[in-house]
């Protein structure tokens, strides 16, 4: 499984940012579940987002109500749209595969950064 995070950048705060995750080498629906992570500097990584194969969506509590996470099976891409961001919102974000859950892949990050 590879992973090709894009759509990062330089936002101001209360702008938006849309994230994409292309996903090569296996089916999304053969893959248990598709995440977004990030990781500021000094932090641990953290998720943010998660789709698993059924549909099913979860979200870390900073993140509700502004961000939204979907996918394209025909396309195998899983997006990440951002809204009303914050300064704190800044990281490196991290696409994740959970394809078997013993088995994760990650794509390359990609930078987000929210000016105040």
């Known amino acids: 499984v590879q992973l090709q995070a894009s759509g990062g950048g330089l936002v101001q705060a209360g702008g938006s940012l849309r994230l994409s995750c292309a996903v090569s080498?296996?089916?999304?629906?053969?893959?248990?579940?598709m995440g977004w992570f990030r990781q500021a500097p000094g932090k641990q990584r953290e998720l943010v987002a998660t789709?698993?194969?059924?549909?099913?969506?979860s979200y870390v509590d900073s993140v509700k109500g502004r961000f939204t996470i979907s996918r394209d099976v025909a396309k195998k891409t899983v997006d990440l749209q951002m809204s009303s961001l914050k300064p704190e919102d800044t990281a490196v974000y991290y696409c994740?595969?959970?394809?078997?859950?013993?088995?994760?892949?990650w794509g390359r990050g990609t930078q987000v950064t929210v000016s105040s």
């Open positions: 789709i698993s194969r059924e549909g099913s969506i």
């Open positions: 080498g296996r089916a999304l629906r053969n893959i248990y579940a």
């Open positions: 994740h595969a959970n394809v078997n859950i013993v088995q994760n892949y």
